[in-house]
């Protein structure tokens, strides 16, 4: 068994909640379904970050498509 497939077995087995028979295995699967969604916006937030350094370089006449780079800027501060 896999260190997660044990936590999560652990988490429903250790569930102290006075639930009636059942739910206790539905409201483990919403708070991992939260913990996954939580998970997903980050992610996205990420990526829109990432997505505003990507140039498009439009293709020149002997070029046959554009591309695309990744840009990086910024700069350094010294001492001197």
Same mark, same amino acid.
């Given at each position: 068994? &896999? +260190?997660?497939?044990?936590?999560?077995? +652990?988490?429903? &087995? +250790?569930? &102290?909640?006075?639930?009636?028979?059942?739910?206790?295995?539905?409201?483990?699967? $919403?708070?991992?379904?939260?913990?996954? %969604?939580? %998970?997903?916006?980050?992610? %996205?937030?990420?990526?829109?970050?990432?997505?505003?350094? $990507?140039?498009?370089? &439009?293709?020149?006449?002997?070029?046959?498509?554009?591309?695309?780079?990744?840009?990086?800027?910024?700069? $350094?501060?010294?001492? +001197?």
């Amino acid at each position: 068994m &896999t +260190n997660e497939y044990l936590e999560l077995v +652990n988490e429903y &087995t +250790n569930d &102290t909640g006075d639930y009636p028979e059942g739910e206790s295995l539905d409201l483990m699967k $919403v708070r991992r379904l939260d913990r996954i %969604a939580d %998970a997903l916006e980050r992610i %996205a937030d990420s990526l829109e970050a990432l997505d505003k350094c $990507v140039g498009f370089q &439009t293709p020149t006449p002997y070029m046959k498509e554009g591309y695309h780079f990744l840009r990086i800027d910024g700069y $350094v501060e010294t001492d +001197n």
